[in-house]
């Protein structure tokens, strides 16, 4: 079991920057791969980035490659988003979530546990 709970969230001007963190409580943290989604008003909820437990396999939906880096800290139970460059269109509740490391990476449905997420928005 993994409860999920995420920060940072804020209003930003475009071009600005935000870090989110989600702090995972349980103990078998580090065996799950985490990610980030986001919804935007009246949009389903969206693939953002993922991570595996040893960092060293990362995905990114186009629209953020080169502006997001997902991380994660197993010995503090965090994944974080940092966000750079962001634009109106990153306007969105931001959500974090695990899944088993050998599901699909992008499919919403394959993430077992959610956090309730964090509202970023972007002002132009």
């Known amino acids: 079991q993994v409860q999920l709970v995420e920060s940072g969230g804020g209003l930003v001007q475009a071009g600005g920057s935000l870090r989110l963190s989600c702090a995972a409580s349980?103990?078998?943290?580090?065996?799950?791969?985490m990610g980030w989604f986001r919804q935007a008003p009246g949009k389903e909820r969206e693939f953002v980035a993922s991570?595996?437990?040893?960092?060293?396999?990362?995905y990114y939906a186009d629209s953020v490659k080169g502006r997001f880096t997902i991380s994660r800290d197993n010995a503090k139970n965090t994944v974080y988003l940092q966000m750079n460059s962001l634009k109106p269109e990153d306007t969105a509740v931001y959500y974090c979530?695990?899944?088993?490391?050998?599901?699909?990476?992008?499919?919403?449905?394959?993430?077992?546990?959610w956090g309730q997420g964090t509202q970023v928005t972007v002002s132009s």
């Open positions: 991570i595996n437990w040893s960092e060293n396999i990362l």
């Open positions: 349980g103990r078998t943290f580090s065996r799950y791969a």
């Open positions: 979530a695990a899944r088993n490391p050998s599901s699909r990476v992008r499919a919403r449905e394959e993430y077992d546990y």
